[in-house]
């Protein structure tokens, strides 16, 4: 249901600007079918934007100082309410042979407070901006016509205390089924793994919404990655009355099985059939892993009887350009970032993720906690639990399942006490299989601490609040794991190397710049020290929108991440490689361009695991230094231009180089894709760099020209970025009346800037071609190849 969206800003304030919306003689509230304004079914709406989905509409509003720090100054909120609502509209065609039929609507969520209706009639609300849900619709439809899906949503809450964009940002799924078929979210597989086979449970719910009692038999297929059945059950002569549901469950074995893991995540699939009166009436396909998780109070994690130390970061969910509506293929590729510097576990701050980032944990091997938005024991709190539990419990990549994050009102004391507790009983009624965590930022000794199953800690410092340290925490509770949920949170800015605080911009050594976080190098020693930490996860892998600590405007995003907001790393991904990975490692920094500094004194660091490191400038021995276990090494040098080279050493031979120049001035533009090919599906991206060299290719690094871009072939423009936490330039150029052709343009930052560019369900070839002033213009192509189409409603 992505494609061929129509949408128009309303008001949250003013009822003829929003639409008319509920002023017909009788509310929508009040008699069934009666939406009015722009959700009556007739409703004029061609005058409205045509889009896809995903839609994040903040990402396409200015900047304003009126605007939210935390949400990134962007002009939404209850300060803009003609910025604030937003409707969409679709229309679409249901055949006449579909009565019969269950038919229902679901979204993997809409930011936020979303009213639905269909045919001008109300479905439902969903207030939260990261539960997915789904209506029914069976009985609304036109079958044989035309139907029209309404959805408004009001952002003007802020419903975290980070950027959250606005709008339709996930998917939108028409699902179909017979009256007997499984439920939805309605499958479960768990695995036990003994000697060399594994065990596997299959749950499977099935509902039975005809007007008579069923007869039924379920086939239970699995397929290992390659597509080859490795074990088979049957269930026959099964019953259900109707209007009733009933959990039925199989047990196989699968021997030698391929199993899920970090390095080679290997992936099985479960094929659910039902059949009655001798014909097929559902397939319901359900994706999963074979694996074993532990968490041992003394020796950490372990994922298939290995131990693993997690190695984590913290995320939200924006990227560059694109703000929360992020295509599946980004979200692959931002896993892949984080992958690179020896990442393999991914916190989802603070809300359940878009169930395509857990589909790309899945395929690349990363392990997930996954979290709850808000604690509480109403039955409010207890849906939104479960409906998380029951979406994302086939996932292998989820360890973990965490009920909360740092609720300060009550990790502390007696009522955090009974609301822990509940929640973890409620997890434990529906997967046993996973432990449970909550994120705790003080009060250990008392409240969450006492009762949670793992310890989720959040800050070291934060525990010296308490009275505790990791060391005498332990000593207390022995049969309690702990994780690091959160640790450092510093702020840098990629390719600065001194403070420029007018700019808001903060030096990418590695400092411990708040009063509640550490450095990189304190915390990574302290977790990688003691067996029994699982692990750390840092505060964050990614930069963010909003929470632009320590600033306040016209800083709009975060500093925290080891990556920009468009991925780019900074100087402690390589720190982070040095001692997260077995690849030998030698990383030198800063840049070596500093005209008007001559002579001065400039902190050179090296990243490396190399057992040694020598230094040279310009040919000259600095010195030769031993590198310390999870450290770094630092030389004073004065600057005079050049070339910086350092060699790595292991056994007493070089085995590694790395090393800076002084560069000239810009004189080419340089365009990189992630990838030259996409999939003709309307969906797929390509990730471009963009950067500019000097006369002798290399890349410089201060460089701040203002690129502009062009685009030709079956693709389109659906971003720009550079990694600035203080640029106020628009991330999309948004087609109007008075500009039917916007100008794609994105200035360097420190060298570097990202465009992202998708595909149509064309094929061909995309060109884009890069321009700035005395500089001639680049091109670059990307493919596009002929592919199967996922279902979709025209």
């Excluded at 797929?684 to 060299?693: G, L, M, N, P, R």
């Amino acid at each position: 249901m992505d494609f061929g969206w129509r949408f128009a800003l309303g008001h949250a304030a003013d009822v003829a600007k929003d639409f008319q919306h509920a002023t017909g003689e009788f509310s929508y509230f009040a008699k069934t079918g009666y939406g009015s304004g722009a959700s009556a079914p007739d409703f004029d709406d061609s005058g409205w934007c045509k889009l896809n989905l995903p839609h994040d509409w903040a990402v396409e509003l200015p900047f304003g100082e009126r605007g939210s720090k935390s949400h990134g100054y962007k002009a939404i909120g209850r300060n803009f309410p003609e910025s604030s609502v937003g409707w969409y509209r679709k229309r679409f065609t249901i055949p006449a042979s579909d009565l019969g039929k269950r038919i229902s609507i679901e979204f993997d969520g809409v930011f936020r407070d979303s009213v639905v209706w269909i045919n001008g009639h109300f479905l439902g609300r969903e207030e939260s901006g990261y539960r997915s849900f789904a209506y029914n619709l069976t009985e609304f439809l036109n079958y044989g016509g035309e139907n029209v899906i309404v959805v408004r949503a009001d952002a003007s809450l802020e419903e975290g205390w980070f950027y959250e964009g606005a709008g339709i940002y996930r998917h939108v799924w028409l699902v179909k089924t017979a009256p007997l078929h499984v439920e939805r979210h309605g499958t479960f597989v768990t695995s036990e793994l003994r000697l060399n086979s594994a065990h596997l449970t299959a749950r499977v719910s099935i509902a039975n919404e005809g007007t008579n009692a069923a007869k039924f038999a379920i086939e239970q297929t699995i397929l290992d990655g390659e597509g080859k059945v490795v074990a088979t059950r049957n269930a026959n002569q099964l019953n259900l009355t109707a209007g009733a549901s009933s959990e039925f469950t199989n047990f196989m074995s699968v021997a030698h099985p391929k199993l899920w893991s970090i390095e080679t995540p290997h992936l099985h699939k479960l094929i659910t059939t039902i059949s009655s009166g001798g014909a097929v009436v559902d397939r319901y396909e359900t994706t999963f892993g074979i694996r074993s998780i532990r968490f041992d109070a003394n020796e950490g994690f372990f994922l298939n009887g290995q131990h693993v130390k997690l190695k984590g970061t913290d995320n939200h969910q924006d990227h560059a350009g694109v703000g929360a509506a992020i295509p599946d293929a980004l979200q692959e590729f931002r896993i892949a970032e984080l992958k690179k510097f020896g990442c393999n576990a991914y916190r989802a701050s603070h809300n359940p993720p878009t169930p395509e980032l857990l589909d790309a944990c899945d395929r690349l091997g990363m392990v997930v906690i996954d979290e709850n938005r808000l604690m509480g024991t109403t039955q409010y709190h207890h849906d939104q639990l479960k409906s998380m539990l029951l979406r994302d419990r086939n996932h292998p990549c989820v360890v973990l399942w965490s009920i909360g994050n740092e609720e300060w009102r009550i990790e502390g004391n007696d009522v955090g006490v009974r609301i822990a507790s509940t929640m973890q009983r409620w997890v434990k009624q529906i997967d046993d299989t996973r432990p449970v965590t909550v994120a705790i930022s003080g009060g250990w000794g008392h409240g969450h601490s006492e009762v949670i199953e793992v310890a989720g800690l959040n800050y070291l410092d934060n525990m010296k609040g308490s009275g505790f340290t990791t060391d005498l925490w332990h000593a207390r509770r022995p049969s309690q794991p702990i994780v690091g949920t959160e640790e450092c949170a510093f702020n840098q800015t990629r390719g600065i190397y001194f403070d420029d605080r007018a700019r808001c911009h903060l030096r990418a050594y590695d400092w411990d710049p708040s009063t509640w976080g550490s450095s990189l190098e304190q915390a990574w020693s302290h977790y990688a020290d003691r067996p029994f930490l699982a692990g750390m996860c840092i505060w964050t892998g990614f930069d963010y929108r909003g929470e632009p600590t320590p600033f306040n405007w016209p800083a709009i995003a975060s500093q925290f991440g080891i990556l920009d907001l468009c991925g780019f790393p900074k100087d402690g991904s390589f720190y982070l490689k040095a001692w997260w990975t077995e690849e030998p490692v030698l990383h030198v920094f800063p840049h070596w361009n500093w005209p008007g500094r001559e002579g001065q004194e400039i902190s050179v660091w090296a990243h490396s695991n190399c057992e040694a490191v020598e230094l040279f400038l310009n040919g000259q021995s600095l010195g030769r230094k031993p590198m310390p276990k999870n450290s770094h090494l630092e030389w004073p040098v004065r600057y005079a231009p050049g070339t910086l080279l350092a060699r790595g050493f292991k056994g007493g031979k070089e085995i590694l180089t790395a090393k800076v120049e002084s560069t000239g001035q810009p004189a080419a533009i340089r365009l990189t894709p992630h990838r030259a090919a996409l999939a003709a599906d309307g969906e797929d991206v390509s990730v471009i760099t963009v950067q500019v060299a000097d006369a002798q290719g290399r890349m410089v690094p201060t460089a701040d020209n203002l690129i502009t871009f062009e685009l030709a072939g079956p693709g389109k423009i659906i971003g720009v970025g550079n990694g600035d936490p203080s640029s106020h330039e628009p991330d999309q150029f948004i087609a109007t009346g008075q500009s039917p052709s916007p100008v794609w343009q994105r200035s360097l930052f420190n060298g570097l800037a990202q465009i992202i560019v998708q595909s149509t369900t064309d094929t061909g070839e995309i060109k884009l071609t890069a321009a700035a002033d005395g500089l001639a213009p680049v091109t670059t192509t990307v493919n596009t190849q002929p592919c199967t189409l996922r279902p979709f409603v025209p």
